[in-house]
């Protein structure tokens, strides 16, 4: 294989900020002032922030930028486009900068900030990389927008096609084509990218992890084995809409009872089963304070270690709700909106992040699962995808209290420079 021709005529960048300076520079974007958290929901202000955050990042390291036809934006080191990297010889890193609303720092923007400091950190030992490299932003990981998680991914990979993506609307109505054409961006180029995909060897995706599994085996860097399988069901529970005054209690068909059996039974199915079982959003008619509700819809989210187990959870929940629901006088319907089966990472490339990381003498660094889906899990059909895990002292997520520590962040730079090194440089 040859050497990959530099991005810049030296093919050493200029002076570039380190972690903690592009981490401080990152942090004010998109951060609510009251709640503390970060909206930086796709095609919208904060997150062309964000974007133009990395296209700076890549110009001050003269990589070579372009953004492909889904809007993920990319930066090249030793080729100037992915046309110039051969089949299967590119090695990438990176996640995403979009956030779920009032969302932490970490979730996304670790991995993408870690990828530019451990370029530079690569770089900065004199390794010769001997394969492309690419640091990428996938757009729309969090599907806060427009309802739907890893877009940018999906659209790359076929799994979501232009058409479908066409119909995706936001609260407002503006559509997803929209949205990006006000952000610059062309939407008439949304499609599948395999030639793009096709030169990618391995795609390492860094993340701070969602639990405390690291927290308690008292490692500050892992690696993902599996994403548990996981869905969202829609449950609408029909009763009768009257007065909360004068109604007995005897003679309504009051749906909030049925939907709040069916919380407490998700809860416990979970438990025996090993799962999580959630019911996060729910919509009341007519939403008065002094109504019987006519309909309670409510948004079931279970994640399993295993195909089996998630069956035995969901199945077990929508029977205890129609058989409550009989009960009540209520009509139930159940619609399942989205699945995901179980991803497992590339075992090759897995074991070859072990090897590359575990230190002589000292206990391997260990393997985890997640309930939590990512762009390298939907990547996982396409490419060789593995992931690495930050450890998460108190393993809160999605919230602005999600946090890791200076150490770990930085941690987790080191061992994503060594993987860049290990699997780039031989």
Known sequence: MSHPRPASPTGTARQTPDFLTMWRDLAPLGRHATSGGYRRYAWGGA?????????????????????DRNGNQWAWYGVRSWAEAGPGEAVVTGSHLDSVPDGGAFDGPLGVVSA????????????????????????????????????????????????????????DGITLPAAMEAAGYDPETLGPDPDRLSRIGAFVELHVEQGRSLDLTGD????????????????????????????????????????AGTVLEARREAELAGAVATFGKVAVEPNGVNAIPSLVRGWLDSRAPDQAS???????????????????????????????????????????LGRILDAPGMPPVPVLGTGAGHDAGILADSVPAAMLFVRNPTGVSHSPAEHAAEDDCLAGVEALTDVLEGLACV
């Open 116 to 171: 530019f400091a451990a370029l530079d950190r690569l770089l900065a030992r004199g390794a010769v990389p001997t394969r492309p490299l690419a640091l990428v932003n996938f757009g729309d990981e969090e599907g806060a927008r427009f309802g739907l998680a890893c877009v940018g991914s999906r659209l790359a990979t076929g799994r979501l096609t232009p058409a479908d993506a066409a119909l995706l609307r936001d609260a």
């Open 47 to 67: 997150d062309r922030e964000c974007r133009a955050w990395f296209r700076e990042q890549a110009e001050l390291r003269e990589l070579a930028y372009e953004v």
């Open 310 to 352: 998630l069956d035995a959870v969901t199945s077990a929940v929508e029977a205890a709700a129609r058989t409550r629901a009989a009960r009540d006088g209520i009509s139930l319907d159940v619609v399942r909106e989205s699945f995901t089966p179980v991803v497992e990472f590339h075992r090759a490339l897995g074991a070859e």
């Open 220 to 259: 500050p860097v892992g690696i993902a084995g599996s994403i548990w399988p996981h869905g969202r069901w829609r449950y609408d529970f029909h009763g009768e809409a009257n007065h909360a005054g004068t109604t007995r209690l005897g003679d309504r068909r009051d749906p909030m009872l049925t939907y």
